[in-house]
């Protein structure tokens, strides 16, 4: 059972920095849900945006049965979004490794944090969903986007809330029994796949080839196929070429 204990707030800095600081004290399976966050974050310390009572932001604790192919569980928490999202009949695509967008528009962010002591390896996984917003700060006005502005129509966020998360047990179950349905998934409604993307800090341009069995990403250099992870590279440019 993945899904745990839902702690609901009305204002927190950020739901995984409050995971952070009570790591010890929260059992597995722990949900943390703000309806407005103050600081939130996404990779590499960028600002998350939302707005209160419109986005939905939450993140949930993982202590067991964990593996050494962590990066798989950022792969299934975007197929468990994109999934919730085509219940509601909206197309999405997911741009490696952790973003979903409509219409090369950003409607979801996915941060997962590895946690690593001497005697323990725990998990969060924070997820923020753009849903009934109706505008954004300046600064990604041309990149972000919501459910409300795709669609002209209001959600229930509690409610997209409730499936995501039988989504995302779903889906890690497929990982804990080695199924990777989910991995073929993203592969299928990937955005990069087959097409050239900028790798910022390498500062070349290759050719997405495709997503290995561990969550990571396969381009070509130069005719040689290499493997990258979320660490080692940006994607920040994409936007521009897909």
Not at 31 to 42: D, H, L
Not at 133 to 141: H, L, R, V
Not at 177 to 203: A, T
Request: proline content about 0%; aromatic content about 8%.
């Amino acid at each position: 059972m993945l899904i745990g204990k839902l702690i609901s707030f009305d204002e927190l800095d950020s739901t995984n920095k409050y995971i952070k600081n009570n790591l010890g004290a929260l059992e597995s399976g722990t949900i943390i849900t703000a309806k407005n966050q103050t600081n939130g974050y996404g990779r590499k310390g960028r600002v998350w945006f939302n707005d209160k009572d419109k986005s939905l932001t939450f993140s949930m604790l993982v202590k067991q049965n964990l593996r050494e192919d962590l990066g798989l569980i950022t792969q299934l928490a975007a197929v468990s979004v994109l999934k919730t999202l085509e219940q509601y009949n909206i197309n999405v695509s997911i741009k490696w490794p952790n973003d979903i967008l409509i219409n090369n528009k950003k409607i979801c962010g996915i941060l997962v944090e590895n946690i690593i002591s001497d005697d323990s390896v725990s998990v969060i996984i924070g997820i923020g969903i753009n849903i009934n917003n109706k505008e954004f700060d300046k600064s990604i006005i041309d990149k972000a986007t919501s459910l409300y502005l795709e669609t002209n129509h209001r959600f229930d966020v509690l409610n997209i809330q409730n499936v995501l998360l039988e989504k995302l047990e779903y889906y890690y179950n497929q990982y804990l029994n080695n199924n990777i349905e989910f991995l073929d998934i993203s592969r299928s409604k990937s955005c990069l796949i087959g097409k050239e993307i900028y790798l910022e800090n390498q500062h070349e341009t290759v050719l997405v080839k495709g997503i290995d069995n561990l969550g990571r990403l396969i381009v070509v250099i130069n005719g040689l196929e290499k493997v990258y992870v979320g660490s080692e590279i940006s994607l920040s440019n994409s936007y521009r070429s897909i």
